[in-house]
């Protein structure tokens, strides 16, 4: 019964639920310049897509990725910003 539920337990700690979402949001293209944004554990957190756009010294947004991960006791998110 103990290693049942060592197992169970690691099998917990291991697993996750992701959901991705990708926007077009303009008529711009894609382009080649790539921004992202992801929240950290601890500490300040700007999550926006300016900051994003920033980071990738973007100023024409072609695509905007949302990524969310569910881990077991914490949820991580990521923005990805594509454009010119």
């Known amino acids: 019964m103990k290693k049942i539920l ?5 099998m917990a700690f291991m697993s996750s639920c992701t959901l991705s979402h ?3 949001c303009t008529n711009n293209p894609v382009g080649s310049k790539v921004g992202m944004v ?3 554990l601890f500490g300040d957190q700007d999550l926006s897509y300016e900051t994003a756009c ?3 010294n973007i100023t024409k947004v072609g695509t905007v ?5 569910n881990y077991l006791i ?3 998110t990521k923005i990805v910003v594509t454009g010119e």
């Open 65 to 69: 990725e949302t990524k969310m991960t």
């Open 54 to 56: 920033k980071n990738g």
């Open 6 to 10: 060592i197992a169970f337990g690691c």
């Open 74 to 76: 914490f949820l991580q």
């Open 22 to 24: 990708t926007i077009s």
């Open 38 to 40: 992801k929240t950290k």
